[in-house]
């Protein structure tokens, strides 16, 4: 599938496909965009807005090309230790968490389900108008239970990135 409109790919229903090329636009999808096993993404411009779900080789950086309504918000994903292979999806959301979490917070979050892996690396890169309060202030959270767990200031604010080494849950 090739992504090539700058007005946007609207779709209601999973897409899979062997191999994406995102040129310019969204692909815009309220359920998935199921990357083959073996099979390719190559970004030019443009992303995913909605869940990607891809194969992961274990100790190989997977970058799944997310996003919102108005920005591209990447995230790339190591799996470490877990399968040799296995299904991760992600999607960005494009707002704040619905739980308020403080002054110094993103208006994007991202949701990530890796089945089977139990430790991976990720970093996560936002836009600078996602900030409210300080970015120097940001602290990455998990939200799971009803409840947050601080998982430590691991922000690098010059590359507007999160970077978190070691995590282990989703």
């Known amino acids: 599938v090739t992504v090539n409109n700058i007005q946007s790919i609207n779709a209601s229903i999973d897409i899979p496909v062997a191999s994406l090329q995102l040129l310019a636009g969204k692909l815009k999808t309220s359920e998935k965009v199921i990357v083959a096993a073996g099979g390719t993404v190559n970004r030019v411009a443009g992303w995913v807005d ?10 190989v950086e997977t970058t799944f090309d997310v996003g919102g309504a108005t920005g591209y918000s990447p995230v790339v994903f190591q799996a470490n230790l877990g399968p040799a292979t296995g299904d991760v999806e992600i999607r960005a959301t494009e707002d704040a968490h619905p739980v308020p979490l403080g002054g110094n917070a993103l208006r994007r979050y991202w949701n990530i389900l890796a089945p089977g892996f139990s430790l991976a690396d990720l970093m996560l890169r936002y836009n600078p108008t996602d900030v409210v309060g300080t970015e120097g202030n940001l602290r990455l959270v998990r939200f799971s239970g009803g409840s947050w767990t601080s998982l430590g200031t691991l922000t690098n604010p010059i590359a507007h990135e999160v970077i978190h080494i070691g995590a282990t849950a989703f």
């Open 50 to 59: 909605g869940t990607l779900r891809r194969t992961v080789n274990l100790s």
